[in-house]
């Protein structure tokens, strides 16, 4: 079973929309939990970290669900320049294990 | 500060040779790791590291070694290349366990 599992996408949206990502992740004992964002042929960059209660950055919020063992990305107002690879990334006790990612295309 | 330097940025490789990707980081990070990345895929934990002179293994070892004498700087070996060991291959440190991954620019790696 895989640590960490994205729906790969692509997500194809109008800019100025509304867009949510999901991940789940198989280790319970997993201690913190990330996005991170990954352009062509670039190395991925973090957007966020994501805690229980929920945080938010600008457009773009995340949140963790412990129990479901669950955890999500909504952006707000779509981009032009949101357009990426999202990557769902999650630790393990000094291990860091990453989803396949999620495509985004925002179009004009 | 450079932050995670690679090198190098490309190579091609024979089936059989082998080589070495330098990574160094200049932000004194304890927490060093070596990732692949194959085309459409997520990143694979290859191997590393919690401060000089220890390692482990990550989620796809067979095929490379690494070593950690000094904090700086966490070189993965390939021994034997295959055309399966083709891949973009990240550095990344952090400051602490569960930190923020600052990552190099990649080498991408083809074994003909």
């Known amino acids: 079973r895989k640590e960490v599992e994205q729906d790969p996408g692509p997500f194809n949206v109008p800019e100025g929309a509304t867009v949510a990502f999901n991940c789940t992740y198989s280790?319970?004992?997993?201690?913190?939990f990330f996005w991170y964002r990954q352009d062509c042929r670039k190395e991925p960059k973090l957007l966020m970290s994501?805690?229980?209660s929920g945080n938010e950055d600008g457009r773009f919020t995340a949140q963790l669900n412990r129990a479901s063992q669950y955890i999500s990305l909504l952006i707000r107002d779509s981009k032009l320049s949101d357009s990426a690879t999202y990557l769902c990334v999650v630790n393990n006790f000094n291990k860091f294990y990453f989803g396949s990612g999620t495509k985004l295309n925002v179009k004009p | 500060n450079a932050g995670v330097t690679q090198t190098p940025k490309f190579r091609i490789l024979k089936i059989g040779q082998s080589m070495t990707l330098q990574c160094a980081q200049d932000m004194n990070h304890n927490y060093m790791y070596w990732y692949r990345q194959d085309p459409g895929m997520g990143l694979k934990l290859i191997y590393y590291s919690v401060g000089a002179g220890i390692t482990d293994k990550g989620e796809v070892p067979n095929g490379y070694n690494v070593s950690r004498s000094t904090t700086e700087d966490f070189p993965l070996r390939l021994e034997l290349a295959a055309p399966s060991q083709t891949s973009v291959y990240f550095c990344?440190?952090?400051?602490?366990?569960?930190?923020?991954?600052?990552f190099g620019e990649g080498s991408r790696l083809t074994v003909l």
């Open positions: 994501v805690y229980s």
């Open positions: 280790n319970s004992a997993s201690q913190s």
């Open positions: 990344a440190s952090s400051y602490s366990s569960g930190g923020e991954l600052f």
